[in-house]
């Protein structure tokens, strides 16, 4: 059994594990090695949480009563569009809404048996950058352009490990050879604006790994990012996060990148979630209408016959919700109740861990057949534009 | 004449870099540098690659928006890269142009109505009630409805705002549309809304599109045949089709093996290449590609052959066009990379 130490050293061996090719690329058959580390026991539960921003139009709802579990060693996906509420509700783990104009109104955010919405502002930073830290999607604006790197990634260092400067820049050289950096120790004393997108975007990865954090919020992590780059990045978190174990919560918009990283997935709209199942079943088997239509209209590489499913309309203003189910505008099914009443999160029979917020699922009305119908209506939808 | 529709010949787009006291250029930015491929009638050509290939200057040469270095663009009869002022603001009426960022490329400060009419003004086209009609026709084709003709850009969304600029680029009914990015800044269900009417207006309009994207699932929904363009060059160009099942440039394997694939139980085979993009000021020599190429740096002299020569675009049969010395040792060296499964279509 490997040491802590032993686990944070770098994997060097003098042979190029196997397939390495020429020119240092290589090839991931990723049929074999598994990444997936099995979850442990929650670590995190977030219950009603509410985060509101008060404005001259009045409530936004931004985040409106979300609750979801983390387990150790898990990764959650939160997967949604624009303004569903994904950001909101990691920026306000982190608690770093910005108040005013917005405040966190009610709800339980419980870390490792501590309320965190209960701690001092003093014994949160304690926990920020510590315990929990995050990656954001641009590593341009969250580096400062005036500090060298080496300054960034041991500034969290020193504060939280109590380490001296010398220690803490060795640290630091270890964290970005963890991350691939190459020439780390000639590298510490540059700015981030010598180095490219994608080793931004490890820095962002080796200063969140400094100080061992047990939960990592990665906020579109590799958004910015161009396709083969974003290839290097999730590989080099999904190794990580197998070696170290450390809990995700992954924040995305990207359907695709959420299928390779996640053992669970939350999808969210319009500051609710609206379906959450482990991420197998959301793929194979999605239930509410908002899960079919965006998992059909995305083009996909792998099979690109066919017209792309619509959802029609636009997200609604969290300012100006629609009465009752808050898809229920942009929904094919909608019928009476769903403009009457929101419904709740609906445990999917036969499907453990699955729930959807839909009245198509009740529990005495599950069909087999809703989904067929769902995905026949949003083609529809597309054949009209 | 060119028999296809149009016809790009090493087609050149090089950006100064000034310095020194005298603001003199000392260096050039090579965007695109001697790129060839042509366009056929009514189809769709996908343009893919990464930050910095130089595909959205391509893009915008073509229509001459940047004036190009060099090489030439021949389009009904004539070569775009010779025409003066007024010959090019009348062919511009065959050729329209949808920009990427919805909320930048709409004058906030006109109506909606306005900016859909502007190209008919400048091209002296129909009456003023003439006109009128016509943006009210346009608005109903992209999905609007004709009371938002009053309204001003900031009233709405960005799939709206993208719909107004299709509407305004069809106004002139071109023939050739460049789309930079159309559907990039958008969500994903509004994404596919955008998609399904461009598909729709093409087939109605007898469109030809040139896509420039960089979103690879994108491009291969849309395109009857895609380039794939790296550093200022275009690497491979096929039948989107083609291209997607077996990619014969190592770097499109590399790319198309990297696009994530939203279903959990599909694990591609992945190409991770080492590195960046190489700056396009200082392009490596020969093969662009050759730093960073497994196939270049297996062999020593296949390394040198490809450092010091820029491998041709040769037609590998069936139009399947790629630019690389070594082919066969890349087949060898990957496998054949099939994204797809047999079987699948």
Known sequence: ?385 | MSKHFMEVKSLQKHFPIFGGIFSRPVAWVKAVDGVSFFLKEGETLGLVGESGCGKSTTGRTILRLLEPSGGSVEFMGRDLVTLDRAEMRSMRRNMQMIFQDPYASLNPRMTVGSIIEEPLVIHSIGTKVERRKKVLSLLAEVGLREEHAARYPHEFSGGQRQRIGIARALAIEPRLIVADEPVSALDVSIQAQVINLLQELQERHKLTYLFVAHNLSVVEHISDRVAVMYLGKIVEIADSRKLYAEPKHPYTRALLSAVPIPDPDIKPKRIILEGDVPSPIKAPTGCRFHPRCPVANADPTRLAKCRSEDPPLVDLGGEHFTACHYVPEADQIFGITRHRQPGQS
């Not at chain 1, 950096?181 to 997108?197: E, K, V």
């Not at chain 1, 929904?331 to 036969?350: H, N, R, S, V």
């Open chain 1, 1 to 385: 059994m490997a040491t802590k130490d032993e686990l944070w050293k770098p994997e060097k061996s003098p042979t190029p594990p196997p397939g390495t090719l020429p020119g240092g690329a290589h090839i991931v058959d990723e049929a074999s090695p598994a990444l997936r580390t099995v979850p442990g026991e929650p670590m995190l539960e977030v219950k009603g949480l509410c985060t509101y921003f008060f404005g001259e139009e009045g409530v936004g709802k931004a985040v409106d009563d979300v609750t979801f579990t983390v387990r150790k060693r898990e990764v959650l996906g939160i997967v949604g569009e624009s303004g569903c509420g994904k950001s909101v509700t990691s920026l306000s783990i982190m608690r770093l809404i910005p108040n005013p104009p917005g405040r966190i109104t009610g709800g339980e955010i419980l870390f490792e048996g501590k309320n965190l919405l209960a701690l001092s502002e003093e014994e949160m930073r304690k926990v920020r950058g510590n315990k929990i830290s995050m990656i954001f999607q641009e590593p341009m604006t969250s580096l400062n352009p005036v500090f060298t790197i080496g300054d960034q990634i041991t500034e969290g260092i020193r504060l939280h490990m109590k380490l001296g400067k010398s220690q803490a820049r060795e640290r630091a050289v270890e964290m970005m050879e963890l991350v691939g950096i190459p020439a780390p120790r000639d590298r510490l004393d540059d700015y981030p604006h010598q180095f490219s997108g994608g080793m931004r975007q490890r820095i962002m990865i080796a200063m969140a790994l400094a100080c061992d954090p047990t939960l990592i919020i990665a906020d579109e992590p590799t958004t910015a990012l161009d396709v083969t780059i974003q290839a290097q990045i999730l590989e080099l978190m999904k190794s990580l996060q197998a070696r170290l174990g450390t809990s995700i919560i992954l924040i995305t918009h990207d359907l695709a990148v959420v299928a390779e990283m996640a053992h669970r997935v939350n999808v969210m709209y319009a500051g609710r979630v609206v379906e959450e199942a482990d991420v197998r079943t959301i793929y194979k088997t999605p239930k509410h209408p908002y899960t079919i239509g965006l998992l059909c209209a995305i083009p996909r590489v792998d099979k690109p016959e066919g017209k792309l499913c619509v959802i029609s309309g636009t997200v609604p203003s969290p300012f100006h919700f629609p009465k009752g189910c808050r898809f229920g505008n942009r929904c094919p099914m909608k019928f009476d109740k769903c403009e009457a009443e929101e419904p709740p999160l609906f445990p999917i029979k036969g499907e453990p861990g699955h729930a959807a917020r839909c009245w198509l699922y009740e529990p005495d009305k599950q069909d087999p057949t809703t989904e067929k119908e769902v995905r026949r209506k949003m083609l529809e939808a597309g054949e009209r534009v």
